[in-house]
């Protein structure tokens, strides 16, 4: 038999075991929780100043790459610019650059401006974002410019061209703006497969003293946020909507053999289609979190794309708590104040055509277990409880025999 010391021995060995089992199990929870790629470190955003210049010498004095030729221009490139009245700004200047994959954002206030232009020739933006200005992109007094590839949102004018002669805007998105694109004694310029959706008063208007410009490829929709807009508006004179059999595409056409354009001008797209958007929102699906309550930076990340985006809803436990006009392809929800136990956290996409897509996190909060011990526990708590399961199976051998 046992003998009675040894007995109670074993009780103790076993009774710690039991102790130090839940705190294994509590503190390998955690360590699970951790290893879901969703805890966000805190990432330093580098944010650029403002760029001003002011002549052809100033891209050299300033050390921009290039040498200001068309087969080597200057290159303003990847620049992130926050919170300035002028973001980019380049006047006077007829020498070859490029203004690639920047993006800036203004501070909100009247005449601010995200990348401007004044009397310049030979320039091409591409590829970059421009938000929260009076103009996004403004040319002004220019010629022989292209404006390519960039999404301008949340401004009171979109894009705008102010004297500009023989310059294109193409392929560019203009949505959350008062007015999308706009043009003022402009002429001889393109204005070629641009998406336009989602302003508040005019999706492009073609102002007094506009000429002989072309509007073609573009899709044009759902700028009627205030109820009084018009998609298009020509003031101008010989302004073409169409170029050979090529029209727009509109939100708002009818289904008859042209499209009338408002204005002055009594201009026609005589070869309209119409824009339909059947294509529902692409969005990632992120793992699921664990964690215990108190540990912080936890956060669920989305990224999504539209081809013509307009609301985020982020929903937890069936509650609405934030919407937001959907202009970013990310959003980062902070879920370090959600209480203990399990919460579904759901953000719905919802684009201009209607169409809605949902992706839904779960998050479960812990309890902390001892005040939130961390990694190293884990092992010392696994180490203790072989060694009580060891000693209590040495101690059963030598007893027995």
Known sequence: MIQPN????????????FILAPLSLGVKNRAKGQGIRSLVPKQEIIVNSPVIISGNDDFEIQGWPGAGTEEDPYVIADLNIRGASECIVVENTDV??????????????????????????????????A????WGIRLKNCSNCEVVNCRVYNNNIGVVFQGVFNSTLHDTATHGC????????????????????????????????????????????????????????DNGHENQW??????????AYNDTETYSIAGNASSVDYYPTLLVDTDPP????????????????????????DEYPRLIEIITDNTTVRTIDWHEDSVSYSV?????????????????????????????????????????????????????????????????G
């Open 6 to 17: 040894i007995r109670k021995m074993v009780c103790l060995l076993l009774l710690g075991l």
């Open 282 to 305: 692409q969005v990632n699906s992120p793992d699921d979190i664990s964690f215990e309550h108190g540990v912080v930076g936890f956060a669920v990340n989305w990224s999504f794309s």
């Open 96 to 129: 070859y650059f490029v203004v690639r994959n920047c993006s800036v954002e203004a501070n909100n206030i009247d005449d601010a401006v995200g990348i401007l232009l004044t009397g310049v020739k030979n320039v091409i933006v591409d590829g970059c974002s």
């Open 242 to 251: 169409n170029e050979s059999t090529q029209g727009n595409e509109w939100h």
């Open 336 to 400: 370090d104040h959600l209480s203990h136990g399990v919460h579904n956290c759901t953000i719905r996409l919802t684009d201009w055509g209607g169409n809605q897509v949902s992706d839904t996190v779960r998050v479960i909060v812990m309890y902390s277990i001892f005040g939130g011990l961390g990694t190293p526990y884990v092992l010392i708590s696994s180490i203790l409880s072989v060694v009580a399961v060891a000693a209590v199976i040495v101690i059963m051998i030598k007893t027995r």
């Open 178 to 233: 008062n007015f999308g694109v706009a043009a003022q004694e402009t002429e001889n310029c393109e204005f070629q497969s641009n998406r336009i959706f989602g302003n508040k008063v005019v999706g492009i208007s073609l102002g007094e003293s506009t000429n002989r410009c072309i509007v073609f490829g573009n899709s044009i929709g759902w700028n009627d946020a205030w109820s009084v807009s018009d998609d298009a508006h």
């Open 131 to 134: 938000s929260d200005a009076e």
